[in-house]
């Protein structure tokens, strides 16, 4: 089975533009987090979708927003870009909440570099 | 609120000894944690995870990692380390809603 697919691989981008970053799940999973990660620093939470809901936001901006769709890909919109949103985007997906006790299953990853 | 505390931000072994990496936590309740490791250019690859049960738990890769919940750690560990091994390790813990709260992360060396 394929793992969690992210694109684009690479990005690069200037401030104030805007940028949306793509994930696909694991087949058969309905949940899809993102998190950023600052060169450095762990993994920081900013979204959870489940069945297309928003189940969790972290303490991000209103620049960034996620959707879901009926196929259970994702995507994460950054809007106005800053220097400091360059970072990995990490997108994980995991099963019906509550079938893998928190088990979430990352993808590859996006780097933005915002310039 | 949840967290997790990994106090060293590097680690240096030589290769073919034992390595620890440490890791601290606070929840309320029962704590899920795990550990995952990055290498790099690579997204988060997933070793062991604990939930109930033995205090003493074996993942991927050779590693295990021994829950104490009075101390209240989750430490990783091998016996014996590889060049390999090198890389960037994360604890977590998830979150009562669900999320994964990681570390800041401990850079593993292990020397030839």
């Known amino acids: 089975d394929a793992g969690v697919t992210q694109s684009p691989t690479h990005l690069i981008k200037t401030r104030g533009q805007h940028v949306t970053l793509r994930c696909s799940p694991i087949?058969?999973?309905?949940?899809v987090s993102w998190y950023q990660q600052v060169l450095g620093q762990g993994p920081q939470f900013i979204f959870q979708?489940?069945?297309?809901?928003?189940?969790g936001r972290g303490n991000f901006p209103d620049r960034f927003s996620a959707r879901q769709f009926p196929n259970y890909s994702s995507e994460l919109n950054v809007n106005a870009l800053l220097l400091g949103d360059s970072a990995l985007y990490l997108c994980?997906?995991?099963?019906?909440?509550?079938?893998?006790?928190?088990?979430?299953?990352f993808g590859p990853g996006t780097r933005l570099t915002v310039l | 609120a949840q967290s997790v505390a990994q106090p060293e931000d590097q680690v240096n072994v030589a290769e073919g000894n034992p390595l620890t990496v440490k890791c601290t936590y606070s929840?309320?309740?029962?704590?899920?944690l795990f550990w995952y490791v990055q290498y790099p250019n690579r997204g988060l690859q997933f070793l062991l995870k604990y939930i109930t049960g033995d205090n003493l738990v074996k993942g991927s890769y050779g590693f295990e990692a021994e829950f104490n919940k009075s101390q209240t750690s989750f430490h990783l560990k091998k016996p014996s380390a590889l060049v390999s091994d090198s890389a960037l390790y994360f604890c977590?813990?998830?979150?009562?809603?669900?999320?994964?709260?990681f570390g800041k992360g401990t850079r593993l060396h292990i020397l030839p």
């Open positions: 979708y489940y069945e297309k809901e928003e189940r």
């Open positions: 977590a813990v998830r979150s009562r809603d669900d999320k994964i709260i």
């Open positions: 087949s058969g999973h309905k949940s």
């Open positions: 929840v309320s309740g029962n704590p899920y």
């Open positions: 994980a997906s995991g099963g019906a909440a509550g079938q893998t006790q928190g088990m979430q299953y």
